[in-house]
C-alpha cells in the first residue's frame, strides 16, 4: 500500500502548519480579532496543548487532507468509506476490468467474464448500436465477474479526510488491532492492512487528538431492533460488493454485526442471470466455495445492519430503484422498501423516479416499466 498525501487546506503542509491553523481557529472562538490579525499572532504551543487536553478538538476539523492510495485493500476501503467524514473518489469495478490479482482469483474473473458477457447478451436491449451495447454488457460482466475476487484486493482511491477525523481513525484502528485484531482471519488480515495505514500516516499523527466520547470503528457493529416510521431500522443479509455500494449514502448507516468468518457460513450473492440457470447456479457457487476455502470473496454473504431516517431511505430510493443501478443493491434496496411500505411508507416512492416524473441523466436502456425486473 503507497499513502501520499496531494493536497491540503491552503497552503498548509506540516504538523506545525496546521496547528498553527487550527490556534487560528481556536482564537476565532473567543477573540473580537478578524482572521487576518488572528494569522499574525505567534505560535502558542501551551494554547494547542490546552485545547488538546480538554477535548476542544473541532478546531482541528478545518485542515482537509486529500490521499491518494495505491494498493489499497478492498476491505480497509470499506473502513474508511464507512465514516462520515470524508470525500472519496474511487477505481470502479464496473468500468475497470480487474487485473494483477491472485492467479486463482484471476483465473475465475477471466473465465465468469467469458461466460457472462454472452449470457447478458441475451437478454440486454438491443435498442443502440452494436459497439456501444457490446461496452455495456462488457461492463456489466465486469461488475459481476468481479464476485469472484477478494475483499482485499488492491484498489485505487483518491480520500479527503480532515485532520481531526484522520488521528481518530488512527486511534480507533490501534485500539481494534489491540482488542480484535486475532478474533479471526478476517479480523488478522484486516489489522495487517491497518498496521501498514498507521505505519504511513504517523507524521499526520497529533498526540491526544483522539475520540473524547465512547465511538468506535462504525463498521462494526450489533443487530438492531427492526423498526419503520419516520426513523427505520433493520437488519438483512448482503455481499461485501454489495454493502460497499450501500456506503455511498453517507447520511444511512450501515454495520457488519456478526463476525466473518472463511469458508463463508452464510453463502454468496448470485446475480439474478446466474440464478435463473441450474448449471450457471451450482458453477458460481462452486467456484466461489474453493475461493472462500482461505479467502474472502466480494461474493460472500455477510450480516448487515442499515438504519437511518425516511428521508434519506428516499434518497436511498431515487438512486437505487433504477435502471442503472447495480444489480445487487437494487434489489435489497427494493426488498427494503416493500416492507418499509406495508409500515407507511408512499407506495409511489417504490417506483423508479422517471416514473415519479423525475428527470434521469442516467444511462438506463431498461426503461421505468422493467428497470427493477431485471436479472443483471
Known amino acids: 500500500m503507497q499513502i501520499e498525501l496531494k493536497r491540503s487546506t491552503g497552503e498548509y503542509v506540516s504538523i506545525p502548519e496546521f496547528l498553527k491553523f487550527s490556534q487560528i481557529c481556536g482564537r476565532q472562538c473567543y477573540s473580537e480579532k ?3 490579525e488572528l494569522e ?8 494547542i496543548n490546552k485545547t488538546l487536553r480538554i477535548g476542544h478538538h473541532s478546531i482541528y476539523g478545518h485542515e482537509h487532507l486529500t490521499f491518494s492510495f495505491k494498493g489499497l485493500p478492498k476491505a480497509l476501503a470499506m473502513i474508511l468509506n464507512n465514516e462520515k467524514q470524508y470525500v472519496t473518489s474511487e477505481k470502479s469495478a464496473r468500468y475497470t476490468q480487474m487485473k494483477k490479482i491472485e492467479a486463482n482469483q484471476q483465473e475465475k474473473y477471466d473465465k465468469w467474464m467469458e461466460i457472462l458477457q454472452p449470457e447478458i447478451g ?14 455495456a454488457i462488457k461492463k456489466l460482466a465486469q461488475e459481476n465477474a468481479r464476485y469472484m475476487t477478494s475483499v482485499f484486493t488492491p484498489t485505487k482511491m483518491i480520500h479527503t479526510i480532515n485532520l481531526r477525523q484522520l488521528n481518530h481513525l488512527a486511534y480507533s484502528m490501534e485500539e481494534f488491532i489491540e482488542e480484535n485484531g486475532e478474533k479471526n482471519e478476517f479480523n488478522r488480515i484486516l489489522s495487517e492492512t491497518m498496521n501498514e495505514f498507521l505505519k504511513q500516516v504517523e507524521p499526520l499523527r497529533v498526540d491526544k487528538l483522539k475520540n473524547q466520547t465512547d465511538r468506535h470503528l462504525s463498521f462494526f457493529g450489533e443487530p438492531v431492533e427492526e423498526h419503520f416510521g419516520d426513523v427505520y431500522s433493520t437488519n438483512y443479509l448482503m455481499s461485501f460488493a454489495g454493502l460497499a455500494q450501500a456506503q455511498r449514502h453517507r447520511t444511512i448507516n450501515y454495520q457488519v454485526t456478526d463476525n466473518i468468518e472463511l469458508g463463508a457460513p452464510l453463502g454468496f450473492f448470485r446475480p439474478g442471470l446466474v440464478r435463473a440457470t441450474r448449471k450457471l447456479s451450482d458453477e458460481w457457487y462452486n467456484d466461489l466455495d474453493e475461493l472462500a476455502e482461505h479467502d474472502f470473496p466480494q461474493a460472500q454473504i455477510i450480516q448487515i445492519s442499515e438504519r437511518g431516517i425516511k428521508e434519506d431511505f428516499r434518497s ?3 438512486l437505487r430503484l433504477c435502471g442503472h443501478a447495480q444489480y445487487e443493491i437494487m434489489e435489497k434496496t427494493k426488498e427494503i422498501a416493500k ?3 406495508e409500515h407507511g411508507l408512499d407506495p409511489q416512492w417504490l417506483d423508479p423516479k422517471c416514473l415519479q416524473g423525475m428527470e434521469c441523466a442516467g444511462a438506463c436502456v431498461w426503461g421505468g416499466n422493467n428497470a427493477l425486473e431485471r436479472i443483471v
Open 122 to 135: 441475451k437478454v440486454y436491449p438491443g435498442n443502440m448500436d452494436s459497439e456501444q451495447r457490446n461496452g
Open 339 to 341: 416492507e418499509y411500505a
Open 316 to 318: 436511498k430510493l431515487i
Open 34 to 36: 478578524d482572521f487576518d
Open 40 to 47: 499574525k499572532e505567534s505560535f502558542n504551543p501551551k494554547l
